[in-house]
């Protein structure tokens, strides 16, 4: 497998802190509750705005992503120092297909994979040899993509990243131009809460690939977890910027402070505090992507010894 300074987006390297500090509890509903206040403080325009945008459109069916979170934890001497991940590549949603098709670099800590979909096929690719994913794994990925209303949200919601049902307090904040398209920007707060449920979505897709214990990371983050930090949080804000035109989702953002007091730091491994950064831009909007099966071709059962190889190494540390 390669090793590259490139993971997955938004949640899942706070997904990783957190999970490799979780343990077992109930879940929290502070975060969600909040949630039907904040709706009142929206405006009607902005949401109606962000609703398109997340809903059927055929001017999001192709393009490039590219979703980058930066975290900074203290307290948790393996995250000593901020790090990246990310996700990028390219999707194409073809009329009727269960998923799109798309080339996409995923993976998590120092570890990654590609994952691709190519004509009604999943493969899971280390180098230049693909691996068919077994249907349970791809019918996961489905599911999740049945989420999506378009080709961009039905690649995003494969692995939980879903700005557009996070986000809160929608205001309209001004025009911009990004990559000469006009876009409206839309200030947002989010539901803290709903970012880590989601980010459990892409643990269990790496855990059903057994990436998660070849990084030794386990395969959820768990609700005590999840409660603590989100009673943490001491500031969130986001953002995204929406084509005038075409309402196809052009750009996402979104930060979130949080400090641990003393008496709860336990449940998370030792986290005192946190600040999470993520970002998510949307490329050639619309254009042919030309995406392609792999040429060599494995069995799912040797990426999986590949994979067993790296558990093996990471149980003997």
Not at 104 to 117: I, K
Request: aromatic content about 6%; overall charge positive.
């Amino acid at each position: 497998m390669r090793t590259r300074a490139r993971t997955a987006v938004g949640g899942l390297a706070l997904a990783a802190a957190l999970a490799l500090a979780s343990c077992g509890g109930d879940d929290d509903k502070t975060d969600g509750a909040g949630a039907s206040k904040a709706a009142s403080k929206a405006d009607p325009q902005a949401e109606a705005l962000t609703r398109k945008a997340a809903g059927p459109n055929t001017k999001a069916r192709s393009g490039v992503i590219d979703g980058t979170v930066e975290i900074t934890l203290k307290g948790v001497p393996d995250f000593r120092e901020s790090f990246t991940s990310s996700v990028s590549g390219k999707f194409s949603q073809r009329k009727g297909s269960a998923l799109p098709d798309y080339e996409l670099e995923m993976g998590l800590r120092n570890y990654g994979v590609e994952l691709s979909s190519v004509g009604g096929k999943s493969y899971v690719i280390i180098g230049t040899r693909g691996f068919n994913l077994p249907s349970d794994v791809r019918a996961r990925l489905v599911r999740g993509a049945s989420r999506g209303k378009n080709g961009l949200t039905r690649t995003l919601e494969q692995f939980g990243i879903a700005p557009w049902r996070w986000e809160t307090e929608h205001q309209l904040a001004g025009t911009e131009q990004l990559d000469g398209v006009e876009v409206q920007k839309v200030s947002t707060s989010f539901v803290s809460g709903r970012i880590l449920k989601d980010a459990n979505t892409l643990l269990g897709l790496l855990s059903s690939l057994a990436i998660t214990r070849a990084t030794g990371v386990p395969s959820r983050i768990s609700p005590a977890a999840r409660r603590v930090i989100v009673s943490s949080v001491t500031s969130k804000e986001a953002a995204s910027w929406i084509g005038i035109k075409d309402k196809v989702l052009r750009k996402a953002g979104f930060t979130m402070k949080f400090v641990v007091p003393k008496a709860k730091r336990s449940k998370v491994g030792g986290i005192s505090s946190g600040t999470v950064v993520g970002a998510l831009d949307v490329t050639e909007v619309g254009k042919p992507q030309e995406i392609n099966a792999p040429q060599e071709l494995g069995s799912f059962a040797d990426f999986e010894l590949a994979i067993d190889a790296l558990g093996d190494a990471q149980d003997a540390r």
